[in-house]
């Protein structure tokens, strides 16, 4: 994803079109994704919010952040002139590596979400033993230990060269190692690790799962009402409110497939080519593809907003209850009304048990 390439070809429709993208589109999708996900972290970190489910959110939308914030210093070094290239070459060949580490964190929670569901959808009877917040919270760090070990490889095709030029300053300068281009190195890693655990088996299982989710939803929702008491509000509530997190989670997993998969497929060739994708149609499709990666965290916020009923109710908890309580106050002391501390709104912590 080397975003600094964009600016190495004449000036035409199609680098007209990368400018645009580069300098106008992502930043501002970079902003709004930034923004959503912290507002994400902040209401999922509420004590009202600890579930399993909420717990791999929290790594998706912290590994999505990471990536936002990489991919926005990489657009501010593209659009500001920096004058130690050596330097910029360093941090570009790094940053990409954890930019891969991250898009896999991504991918495997996104995974996660769907086996999480399909357990309390399809095998109920055992979701309270295998869907435990320690569990998950164990889970989580273990993908992010794991995707760096597999993208560690990718260290060992650089390596940093110290110099001292005329005016005695030291320099550092980047070079490739032979592993770079080893070509047995390319295959067993490139074609096999990276294309079976970042592509081919998770895009298996997410197509997997949510295809039988969305077979299994009407089936889950009769199993729950014959435990719990047919045609009473319980069980209609805790039906509704199970069919409307699957809906979400299976809209985050097709958000997924449409606008991360792109930059999956586009670095699982880059890893496997090497450098030969660098192409003006190929860069226009990079740009695009990240674009379509950044959107994914904006997508994701709003359809925790419009689906999950307890997301809703403790973001407007937290965003709008201190603005409405020092209007209040405000009001009050201009009216010369004493000081009233109004009573404490527990809407959000006496609202039903859901697994969002």
């Not at 996660?112 to 979701?127: N, S």
């Not at 908890?317 to 201190?322: K, Q, W």
């Amino acid at each position: 994803m080397n975003l600094d390439n964009m600016t190495i070809y004449p000036p035409n429709s199609d680098i007209n079109m990368r400018h645009v993208l580069v300098e106008v589109v992502l930043p501002s999708a970079c902003i709004c994704g930034i923004v959503g996900i912290i507002t994400t972290l902040i209401i999922l970190s509420h004590k009202h919010m600890a579930t399993s489910t909420n717990t791999y959110l929290t790594g998706l939308a912290a590994a999505d952040l990471m990536f936002l914030i990489i991919v926005s210093l990489r657009l501010w070094g593209v659009m500001v002139s920096h004058s130690d290239l050596n330097t910029w070459e360093i941090f570009t060949a790094y940053s990409e590596i954890f930019l891969r580490m991250f898009n896999l964190v991504s991918v495997w929670m996104t995974v996660m979400l769907a086996v999480e569901r399909f357990i309390a959808i399809c095998i109920p009877y055992k979701a309270m033993d295998m869907c435990t917040i320690y569990r998950s919270r164990c889970i989580v760090v273990f993908i992010y230990i794991a995707a760096f070990v597999c993208q560690s490889p990718h260290f060992a095709k650089y390596k940093i060269v110290t110099s001292h030029n005329e005016f005695n300053e030291t320099e550092y300068t980047l070079h490739q190692t032979l592993l770079s281009g080893e070509i047995l190195f390319t295959i067993i890693y490139g074609w096999v690790l990276e294309g079976l655990s970042g592509v081919i088996v998770p895009f298996v299982l997410i197509l997997v799962l949510n295809s039988r989710l969305i077979y299994e939803i009407h089936k889950s929702t009769q199993y729950l009402k014959r435990q719990i008491g047919a045609n009473t509000r319980t069980s209609f509530d805790i039906s509704s409110e199970q069919m409307k997190i699957t809906t979400m989670l299976i809209a985050m997993c097709v958000v997924f497939l449409i606008c991360q998969a792109p930059y999956v497929l586009y670095n699982y060739l880059i890893s496997i080519q090497a450098g030969s994708l660098r192409s003006r149609n190929h860069l226009l499709i990079m740009a695009i593809s990240i674009l379509l990666a950044a959107l994914k965290s904006s997508i994701n916020f709003v359809l925790y907003c419009w689906f999950s009923e307890r997301f809703w109710t403790t973001f407007k908890t937290i965003m709008c209850f201190r603005c409405a309580r020092l209007q209040k106050l405000t009001r009050n002391q201009t009216n010369g009304v004493p000081k009233i501390t109004p009573p404490r709104n527990n809407s959000v912590s006496n609202s039903k048990e859901t697994t969002i």
